[in-house]
């Protein structure tokens, strides 16, 4: 339990840092930022909205410590500004409309990919040297040495444009409305599986090469020996003993690719003109709104920052030793 | 060094590098067109005239890849370079020191672990406005060199018990002097997979950025011209060359710098080969094989 308390305390820490990095950006710029990035908007723009944008980003009477106390307060209220783009629009609504799709996306693509990467991380590094092995390895290499942005676009030429097979954008058929019936549902996985694909072939590679490393790194250990010598079955000494113990670091190393992850989601979904944050997040970039990019930074930030923690505690649940901690 | 020749991926990967290096410096012989001028028609498909085609207004693929290929090749190797330089410094500074500034430096990696890399790229990009190539490497350097930092730390704590660094502590040398020439050396292999490790994220991410629309629109790389090639619609009306190009040329580059960095992870933990080397265990583990 204290081990997951001072995660927690760290992991607020690593969001303040974050706000803080936005806070203080707008007042590196030289000359006065909100009329920099009130004009670069370029659109007509109401003179409301550059109250809003004035309050987005703290600049309120008052000595600087006063308005960094303002703006991290209204962070954790969950006020992060109007979009400019959106106007009237709360950020919050923009962003979490997007994140919904993200998520979803993501999550899905993140457990097939683990699931099916260790199951063949384990199969390769048991079967060491053999033809699968190297099938395996030399592909996972190819395909995490692949930028997302590219994966993205050759699969979407290929199966979108020049065989036909699938959608080239949208989550779901426009002209359908969103309900709960198998029509729109049967539309949206219809639309997901290209992204889908995508994200899994971005991600698979990683997944495979760490696990099949930390299983033949454990191969080695006098335990896996003796488990053989006590004549136990090959696929009981392979998935109960090494593999159990080889999961441990890949777990942990699932915490660190979630970064990637969400990098790879962002450019899959501008490519397949996805409804999530990546695309909403190109259009501000487009439109130069700028609340709107600096409050994705905390909502990714917070999405990485709950995934982190799932990870601690599933780690916890993995391995007995940290129980007593 | 003679290791690295005798490993095929090693040879394959730096082939390849090689190959891509050798045409961007000869760049100027090998097409006589300006990658930034207008030299033909709009779209027009790959012929003799232009052999990879040309883009939504008329520039040369084939040139604007081969020079391109040299921004790609300098961002990704100088960022690459920073990155590495920084997180061997800052690693192998808290793995010595130890107390206090480890605490510190420690705390500073791990936070920026947790925060999501590409999201705090845009953001900063996008405050810097219209980012050319070298302020793209300068923010990499500054913000991708934790994952450096924590595996140097790590190695440097299993050096610094040696007795050869004992010895020098003894002998009164600076404390500069023992982490340069005793531990530095020593943990050469951890560097030298953060570096080609960096430099293969900081290509891809380069390209990512100028393809979200943070680089300069202007500057001639293979991220910029992803971003022209998709904000033309190149897949839509058809001129795949435009957005296939740049798409290849990443790959090809990804792959090679990858087999590299894959051989070097083998070369420096003998285990992870597949070659027949440790002749007991192929045995052991051979026999396991079709059992499944």
Redesign the interface.
Same mark, same amino acid.
């Given at each position: 339990m204290a081990f997951l308390l001072r995660r927690l305390v760290f992991y607020m820490a690593a969001f303040i840092a974050a706000a803080t990095t936005n806070f203080f950006l707008p007042r590196l710029m030289p000359g006065d930022p909100v009329q920099i990035m009130f004009s670069s908007a370029g659109t007509e723009l109401p003179p409301e909205s550059l109250q809003a944008l004035k309050l987005t980003f703290g600049f309120v009477d008052g000595p600087l410590w006063q308005q960094y106390l303002t703006y991290l307060g209204s962070i954790f209220t969950g006020d992060l500004g109007r979009s400019i783009k959106y106007f009237p629009l709360p950020v919050t609504s923009v962003l979490g409309h997007a994140l919904i799709w993200t998520v979803g996306l993501m999550g899905t693509a993140t457990i097939v990919s683990f699931a099916l990467g260790t199951f063949l991380g384990i199969v390769a590094a048991w079967r060491r040297g053999s033809k699968f092995d190297v099938v395996v390895s030399v592909g996972a290499i190819f395909a995490t040495s692949v930028p997302a942005v590219v994966t993205s676009l050759i699969v979407l030429f290929i199966f979108g444009f020049t065989l036909g097979w699938f959608p080239n954008g949208y989550a779901a058929d426009p002209s359908l409305d969103p309900a709960f019936s198998l029509q729109y549902i049967g539309s949206l996985a219809y639309h997901g599986i290209l992204p889908m694909v995508t994200l899994c072939t971005v991600l698979i590679g990683g997944f495979t090469v760490t696990m099949r490393n930390n299983m033949i790194n454990l191969l080695g250990e006098d335990y896996i020996v003796m488990a053989r010598a006590k004549g136990l079955s090959d696929r009981h000494v392979m998935l109960w003993y090494a593999a159990r113990n080889a999961l441990l670091p890949t777990v942990s190393s699932l915490a660190i690719a979630i970064g990637t992850i969400l990098g790879g989601s962002l450019v899959t979904e501008v490519v397949y003109n996805y409804p999530g944050l990546g695309n909403i997040l190109y259009q501000a970039i487009l439109a130069r709104d700028y609340p709107v990019i600096q409050g994705q930074l905390l909502i990714m930030t917070a999405t990485m920052l709950i995934a982190n923690f799932i990870v601690d505690v599933s780690y916890v649940l993995l391995d007995p030793r940290l129980k007593g901690a | 060094m003679k290791n690295l020749l005798q490993n095929r991926k090693a040879l394959i990967g730096l082939v390849i590098i090689a190959f891509i290096v050798f045409v961007a410096i000869a760049a100027p012989l090998l097409t006589q067109y300006d990658p930034a001028a207008r030299t033909g028609r709009p779209h027009q498909a790959p012929s003799l005239d232009h052999i990879l085609g040309t883009t939504r207004i008329g520039q040369d693929v084939f040139a604007r890849l081969i020079y391109g290929a040299r921004t790609s090749l300098a961002v990704g190797f100088g960022a690459g370079l920073l990155i590495t330089l920084v997180g061997t410094a800052l690693g192998i500074i808290s793995g010595y020191r130890g107390g206090k500034t480890d605490e510190i430096i420690s705390f500073f990696t791990? =936070?920026v672990?947790?925060?999501?890399?590409?999201?705090?790229l845009?953001?900063?990009a996008? %405050?810097i406005?219209q980012a050319s190539p070298l302020v793209i490497a300068l923010i990499l350097g500054a913000t991708s060199w934790a994952?450096g930092a924590r595996v140097t730390r790590a190695e440097t704590l299993s050096v610094k018990q040696k007795d050869f660094v004992k010895s020098a502590e003894m002998m009164g040398e600076p404390q500069w002097r023992i982490m340069t020439f005793e531990i530095f050396p020593n943990v050469i292999s951890i560097v030298g997979i953060n570096f080609i490790g960096s430099v $293969?994220f900081a290509? $891809?991410t380069e390209? *990512?950025l100028e %393809?979200? &629309?943070?680089g300069d629109p202007r500057a001639i790389s293979w991220g910029t011209m992803?971003y022209n090639a998709?904000k033309a619609s190149a897949? /839509?009306v058809g001129a795949?060359w435009d957005?296939?190009t740049p798409?290849?040329a990443?790959?090809f580059l &990804?792959?090679g =710098? /990858?087999?590299l960095n %894959?051989a070097v992870?083998e070369i420096a933990?003998p285990?992870?080969r *597949?070659?027949?080397h440790l002749k007991r265990? /192929?045995l052991?583990? #051979?026999s396991?094989?079709g #059992?499944?």
């Open positions: - | 791990n =936070m672990l947790v925060v999501p890399n590409l999201p705090l845009l953001v900063l996008a %405050f406005g994952w $293969i290509i $891809i390209a *990512t %393809f979200l &629309g943070l992803l998709q897949l /839509s795949w957005i296939l798409c290849f990443l790959a &990804g792959i =710098m /990858s087999l %894959f992870d933990n285990r992870l *597949t070659g027949n265990w /192929s052991l583990v #051979r396991g094989e #059992r499944l």
